[in-house]
C-alpha cells in the first residue's frame, strides 16, 4: 500500500480561517482488495500549531489499482507550507488476512492557493 499526493491537489485555502486541501492517490499492489483505514492526517506547518483534516472514512481499493480521495483539514489561523504525516492500516492478502500499520510523510515543494489549481474554495459549490 502506497499513498502518495495527487499532482495539484495539495494547497491551501486562504482567508481567515484557512483550511489545506489534500488529494492522496492510494495505490493497492496486492493481489486481492483491501480497506484502508485512516487513523490520522496531520500537517504541521513550518509555523504555527500542527492541523488535523476531517473526513477520514475507510477507503476501499480494487486489486493491482489506485483510488483518489481529497480532504480538508479543520479551520486554522495558519496557512503556511508544511509536512503532512498520514497513518493507517490496511489489511493484507493472506489467509487470515493480516493488518499492517503505517506512517507516511507526504511532501511538495509548495503549497500554492487552490484557486492556481481551479479547485473551488471550501465551503463553495464544486468544491470535492
Not at 45 to 71: C, H, Q
Not at 98 to 106: H, R
Request: glycine share 8%.
Amino acid at each position: 500500500m502506497n499513498p502518495s499526493l495527487s499532482p495539484k491537489a495539495f494547497c491551501k485555502h486562504p482567508g481567515n480561517p484557512s483550511r489545506y486541501h489534500l488529494g492522496i492517490i492510494w495505490t493497492n499492489g496486492l493481489p486481492c482488495s483491501t480497506s484502508i483505514t485512516i487513523t490520522s492526517i496531520v500537517l504541521t506547518p513550518s509555523s504555527g500549531t500542527p492541523v488535523s483534516f476531517e473526513g477520514l472514512a475507510p477507503v476501499s481499493v480494487g486489486a493491482n489499482s489506485n483510488v483518489v480521495r481529497t480532504y480538508d483539514s479543520e479551520e486554522t489561523p495558519n496557512s503556511a507550507n508544511g509536512t503532512v504525516r498520514v497513518q493507517y492500516t490496511y489489511t493484507t492478502c493472506d489467509s487470515p488476512p493480516v493488518t499492517v500499520a503505517a506512517l507516511v510523510p507526504l511532501t511538495a515543494s509548495t503549497l500554492p492557493p487552490c484557486q492556481q489549481y481551479r479547485i473551488p474554495d471550501y465551503g463553495e459549490p464544486g468544491h470535492p
